[in-house]
């Protein structure tokens, strides 16, 4: 049985950083790629940011509205998904969801979070 548990949403400003962890309980293997999407308020859910999965190799891949400013990456050992951010804007408000195999996988529950100007 998967489980994605998300960690480290929050209230921040304009520019400010945060770093949001994703807890992953089951085996995944190397066809299993590891994403963030997120869900602003009104919107359709959108791709944020995806890397090979535990222990794998293959290419790093972002939306262009985070690249250059957000980070993804992963604890092989302690099987977690990490996504940091930095210089944020309002329009990063949103509902950060964990993701396993894509659109049709596995999905955490999401994390909050709130950018004010």
């Known amino acids: 049985q998967m489980q994605l548990v998300e960690n480290g949403g929050g209230s921040v400003q304009t520019g400010g950083s945060l770093k949001l962890s994703c807890a992953v309980t089951?085996?995944?293997?190397?066809?299993?790629?590891l994403g963030w999407y997120r869900q602003a308020p009104g919107k359709e859910r959108e791709f944020v940011a995806a890397l090979p999965g535990f222990w794998c190799s293959g290419a790093t891949v972002y939306a262009d509205s985070v690249r250059d400013r957000f980070t993804i990456s992963r604890a092989h050992a302690e099987n977690i998904l990490y996504l940091q951010m930095t210089i944020l804007k309002p329009a990063d408000t949103a509902i950060y969801y964990c993701?396993?195999?894509?659109?049709?996988?596995?999905w955490g529950r999401g994390t909050k979070v709130t950018v004010s100007s």
């Open positions: 993701n396993i195999k894509g659109q049709s996988g596995y």
């Open positions: 089951g085996r995944t293997t190397c066809t299993d790629r």
